[in-house]
């Protein structure tokens, strides 16, 4: 069974950083790519950064790049989300996916491609 479990998620101040994680079991970790989505209340999901766990290949949306960094410890089947500088408009449920990277254009962003999914976890920041 596939479980991805995210964790790390807290309210901070603009400006400041955050670090979350996403633990996953259940399938071959090496062989899939990971992203990191994001929906703020009100607004349609969005893909935040995504990496190749095989390789380490990195992708980042517009909005965070210079600013979020994935990052990946194939030892423990964990990803990682870096988050600094953060901004209010950051604010939301941030979300881990997985799925064979045959399946995934990364840097595209595309939900449909991500087939497992973790519950979330909230990134409040204020002004």
């Known amino acids: 069974q596939v479980q991805l479990v995210e964790s790390g998620g807290g309210s901070v101040q603009a400006g400041g950083s955050l670090t979350l994680s996403c633990a996953a079991s259940g399938y071959t970790y090496s062989s899939n790519c990971m992203g990191w989505f994001r929906q703020a209340p009100g607004k349609e999901r969005e893909g935040v950064a995504a990496?190749?766990?095989?390789?380490?290949?990195?992708y980042y949306a517009d909005s965070v790049k210079g600013r979020f960094t994935i990052s990946q410890d194939n030892a423990k089947n964990t990803v990682y989300l870096q988050m600094n500088s953060l901004k209010p408009e950051d604010t939301a449920m941030y979300y881990c996916?997985?799925?064979?990277?045959?399946?995934?254009?990364?840097?595209?962003?595309?939900?449909?491609?991500?087939?497992?999914w973790g519950q979330g976890t909230q990134v409040t920041v204020s002004s």
């Open positions: 996916a997985s799925s064979p990277c045959s399946y995934v254009a990364p840097g595209a962003f595309e939900e449909r491609e991500y087939f497992y």
């Open positions: 990496i190749y766990t095989r390789g380490g290949s990195t």
